[in-house]
């Protein structure tokens, strides 16, 4: 799921994201073996390092908290274009990757951003 601006300003040069920009995207995968989010987390982070970390692209983990009234595993991406924030998700049957870029420079347009996100539901 993408929002994009509905104008922008003349002359500007899209980077990573344009301004009032938001980008959501989930990948879902089975959860075979019924892991556990700690499981697949330490899995998630450590294959992440070995595949795809250099000095442009690397993953933090920023531990377990709470979201959509469940447990998840939090992250920041850095991909060479951008940031990432995202969360891992496990139910008995689902894995899903959860990662997003919310401008930040547009407190109105933020908080839209969010709103999208808190609004997720997940294993129903």
Request: charge should be negative; glycine fraction near 6%; aromatic fraction near 14%.
């Amino acid at each position: 799921i993408s929002f994009h601006p509905t104008q922008i300003t003349e002359n500007l040069i899209c980077e990573a994201f344009c301004p009032n920009e938001h980008s959501y995207t989930i990948d879902i995968y089975s959860n075979t073996g019924e892991r556990t989010l700690q499981q697949v987390s330490e899995s998630y982070y450590s294959n992440w390092n070995k595949l795809v970390a250099n000095e442009m692209n690397g993953i933090t983990n920023k531990g377990i908290s709470e979201k959509w009234n469940m447990n998840v595993s939090e992250y920041t991406k850095n991909v060479g274009t951008g940031s990432w924030s995202g969360y891992i998700v496990v139910s008995k049957d689902f894995v899903y990757d959860v990662y997003y870029h919310i401008d930040p420079e547009t407190t109105e347009s933020q908080s839209y951003g969010q709103k999208v996100l808190d609004y997720m539901k997940f294993g129903e």
